[in-house]
């Protein structure tokens, strides 16, 4: 486990969005996998000290592990927890098990760089690292979305992000962002609900989802499991608009209900490359940003 260029960058960034690290704890201790230019040059365009002998030093210092990197963010305390003793983490904690009293309402950042979606359980796990936040504090999350499978157990969605730190939970989600590995490009991810519909990606790289959200009161959490927005809408919706005829399925697509089907397989497999190639991130869900210079003034 380890904070990796794009995982440095977003921290960078929630730090200029207003984001207090004085008491952070990680999910898994987290090595500092960067190389030392690059983390300079991060440094440099964030306004941060960046001589040469800085970057040396995170990355030298603890080990290679990213406790000196998160005092630069401002951690005065910083913990770490994981099931296993092997990489050292401050506290030795299961999180598919109850939380122990002492670590509720206790961490300005709860910071996921990469755990949960290795976590069986995740109800319980996603339940833990809310209820660690603090009052006015933040849960911060680089996972994983797309073309990692196997990677976890898991991949993430925005939907469930979205509905899971909602204000019934005592949260909201401030942003949300997602970036291919190997791609300089970064993007605002939109709630399902804005959107209208579901928020879906289709790209070649591998993808990671960012989530910054803020604890705003001290609630129960997942006292209601949450439920994906647009079937919400289609349950809600009492029109009679929806066809009813149960003859007439209407998820099948207009290409196989006509062309033969290894037509059709061929022009679905032609529209799904384009897409990838073309728009994967649509523009009425994913607005592109420069991540070195987000703001709270400049949504």
């Not at 990355?59 to 990213?66: H, I």
């Not at 506290?91 to 961490?107: K, M, R, T, Y």
Request: proline share 5%; charged share 20%; aromatic share 10%.
């Amino acid at each position: 486990m380890g904070l990796d260029d794009k995982a440095t960058q977003f921290l960078l960034a929630a730090r200029q969005l207003g984001v207090s690290f004085e008491q952070v704890v990680t999910i898994g201790r987290q090595h500092l996998y960067i190389a030392e230019h690059t983390l300079q040059h991060r440094l440099r365009t964030f306004g941060m000290p960046a001589d040469r002998g800085i970057a040396k030093r995170l990355l030298r210092d603890a080990a290679g592990y990213s406790e000196p990197f998160l005092e630069l963010l401002g951690a005065i305390r910083t913990e770490s927890i994981d099931a296993s003793e092997y990489e050292g983490a401050s506290q030795i904690f299961d999180l598919n098990g109850s939380l122990p009293q002492e670590l509720e309402n206790a961490f300005s950042v709860v910071l996921d760089a990469g755990t949960l979606e290795h976590v069986f359980d995740f109800p319980t796990a996603i339940r833990n690292c809310m209820q660690m936040v603090s009052l006015g504090g933040h849960f911060l999350c680089i996972t994983t979305a797309n073309n990692m499978t196997g990677h976890g157990f898991y991949q993430f969605s925005p939907e469930l992000f979205y509905r899971v730190f909602s204000e019934s939970n005592g949260f909201k989600v401030d942003r949300m962002y997602v970036t291919e590995t190997s791609s300089s490009t970064w993007y605002e991810v939109s709630d399902p609900v804005s959107v209208g519909g579901r928020v879906q990606l289709r790209t070649f790289r591998p993808t990671y989802l960012c989530v910054i959200a803020k604890r705003l009161k001290i609630t129960p959490i997942l006292a209601t499991m949450p439920k994906q927005s647009d079937y919400v809408v289609r349950w809600n919706d009492k029109s009679d608009e929806h066809p009813t005829d149960p003859t007439e399925p209407t998820e099948i697509h207009s290409i196989e209900r006509h062309a033969p089907h290894r037509v059709a397989m061929l022009l679905k497999s032609l529209h799904h490359l384009m897409q990838a190639a073309v728009l994967p991130f649509d523009k009425k869900a994913f607005t592109r940003v420069n991540i070195e210079s987000v703001t709270s003034e400049n949504r």
